[in-house]
């Protein structure tokens, strides 16, 4: 069996202070994209659970969140067959795009599937919220408002944009450091009032993309001045806004029709020398 695993963006991101048990309250607004990783599930004789990946340094043990998500459910499934996951691995890791979150969430489904093992819709959320705040957003493709640490979760429609331009510098924004310099920075949005300017997804491009915020974007332009000023000229090259996913380092921005975004990607690349890829926005797998 194989499945797809999209990457996500953050369309908007508000981050409230620190809370007592070290993670933030957010209020974002997550979407899929058309950037995907693939998951090969085939029975493995040994009896056990293991993975590989094709590119080389991907761990494939218990820092893998496909292994720890494959743990959960195996322990609520006693004599399940032994199983092999071949991971195909297209998501840059460290961009802000959520591919180990949108891996394990897919390992939770498959394995669920594959086993035929059932679990009430909250404690799977539960579960996926234990192997990572976004972790939850996966099981609710496309577009989703997710609150708390990130494990609330209210589905929207996506935008009318149908595109995403995905620029990928080669940056890895850890995202523990860019939390730390949130706080060394003293930053953190009122989110009661945020509630009150959530940007309506029936907008068109050039509205909604004036009203995205990401309150990420200062802590990782602090850490990574290099990133900040391919911002500053990505926005020049292209004329129109341009926002960082999560807590970075993917920039990105959108348009009516991916044939815009594919000719974006082509002025990023021969102008700017950095990796752009042209998606469609609002995916399911
Ligand atoms: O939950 P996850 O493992 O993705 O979080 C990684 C790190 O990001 C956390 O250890 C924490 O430092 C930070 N984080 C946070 N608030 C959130 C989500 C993540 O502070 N809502």
Redesign the pocket.
């Known amino acids: 069996m194989l499945l797809r695993s999209p990457a996500k963006v953050n369309l908007y991101l508000r981050v409230g202070p620190?809370r007592p048990d070290?993670?933030?309250?957010?209020v974002s607004w997550f979407c899929s994209v058309g950037l995907e990783d693939t998951l090969e599930f085939s029975p493995n004789p040994s009896g056990a659970v293991t993975m590989s990946c094709d590119l080389p340094g991907v761990p494939c043990d218990e820092r893998n969140l496909i292994i720890r998500a494959a743990q959960a459910i195996s322990d609520l499934c006693p004599g399940h067959p032994g199983l092999h996951i071949r991971l195909q691995k297209r998501i840059p890791m460290g961009g802000g795009l959520g591919g180990g979150?949108s891996n394990a969430a897919l390992t939770l489904r498959a394995l669920l599937m594959l086993w035929r093992c059932s679990l009430p819709v909250s404690r799977l959320n539960d579960l996926a919220a234990q192997l990572?705040?976004?972790v939850p957003f996966f099981l609710h493709l496309p577009s989703a408002i997710c609150r708390g640490?990130?494990e609330q979760i209210t589905r929207i429609a996506p935008p009318v944009s149908k595109a995403v331009l995905l620029i990928l510098p080669p940056i890895e924004m850890p995202?523990?450091m860019v939390?730390?310099q949130f706080d060394q920075m003293c930053l953190g949005a009122d989110l009661e009032t945020v509630e009150h300017a959530l940007p309506d997804p029936s907008l068109p491009t050039a509205d909604l993309l004036s009203v995205l915020v990401n309150d990420l974007e200062a802590p990782a332009f602090a850490i990574s001045s290099q990133l900040a000023d391919l911002r500053t000229q990505c926005q020049h090259a292209l004329g129109r806004p341009v926002r960082m996913s999560g807590s970075g380092s993917t920039l990105f921005t959108l348009y009516d029709e991916i044939e815009q975004a594919h000719s974006a990607a082509g002025v990023i690349e021969n102008q700017l020398r950095t990796k752009a890829i042209a998606c469609p926005l609002g995916v399911l797998p």
């Open positions: 620190r070290g993670f933030h309250s957010l979150s990572g705040s976004d640490r990130g995202t523990p939390y730390r």
